[in-house]
Each structure stands twice: as structure tokens, then as C-alpha cells.
């Protein structure tokens, strides 16, 4: 089993910046894809950004330029640096791991991220 514990979600002001982070534990082992997913209220999930054990970026045009991620292999943490944040991207963000080995995922409890002035 695995379990992922985010933190960093919260309010901001449009243009600001926002840090999520994600650490996992139990059943580490070194290849998974770990990302973020977002849901607006009303709206399906979509994906934010991925990163695979090599170090592959995958993002969503929505938040290209503006969203970084990245990931810590010796802490088993991923991050998403949030730049120029925009009213649209207010949503609950899931941390997202799959293993690239059985293709089985796992789900983070979602942080709210909320921009508004």
C-alpha cells in the first residue's frame, strides 16, 4: 500500500504563487509516475502535470509557462510550483502516483487551492 499526504494548498490572490508538495510512503519502490490532477467544482478531473522516474514532464496546456513540476526521488515528494495563478485554476489538486511497473495507482485527499482577490 502506499499513501500520499499533500500539503501547500490554500488562497491567493490572481498573479501569486502557490508550492504543492506530496510525500509518499509504504510501498516505495523506484519507478512510479507521480503528478497532479485538479477538479473544479462542476467539472471532471483533469490532469495538471505529470513527471516519470526519468524525469519526463507531462503537462496540461492549460497551465504550461505557468506550472512547474518536479520531484525529490530521496524524500518521495513531488511539487508543483504555481506561478501567475489565475481564477480558472482554483480547484481541489490530487496527488497522483502510478507505478510504471503494474500500472496500479494511488490518490492523494485533494488540497483546495482558491484564487480570487
Known amino acids: 500500500q502506499v499513501q500520499l499526504v499533500e500539503s501547500g494548498g490554500g488562497l491567493v490572490q490572481p498573479g501569486g504563487s502557490l508550492r504543492l508538495s506530496c510525500t509518499a510512503s509504504?510501498?516505495?519502490?523506484?519507478?512510479?509516475?507521480m503528478g497532479w490532477y485538479r477538479q473544479a467544482p462542476g467539472k471532471q478531473r483533469e490532469l495538471a502535470a505529470t513527471i516519470t522516474s526519468g524525469g519526463t514532464r507531462n503537462s496540461a496546456d492549460a497551465v504550461k509557462g505557468r506550472f512547474t513540476i518536479s520531484r525529490d526521488n530521496a524524500l518521495n515528494t513531488v511539487y508543483l510550483q504555481m506561478n501567475m495563478l489565475k481564477p480558472e485554476d482554483t480547484a481541489v489538486y490530487y496527488c497522483?502516483?502510478?507505478?510504471?511497473?503494474?500500472?496500479?495507482?494511488?490518490w492523494g485527499q485533494g488540497t483546495q487551492v482558491t484564487v480570487s482577490s
Open positions: 497522483y502516483m502510478r507505478s510504471e511497473i503494474s500500472s496500479r495507482d494511488y
Open positions: 509504504g510501498s516505495i519502490h523506484k519507478f512510479w509516475t
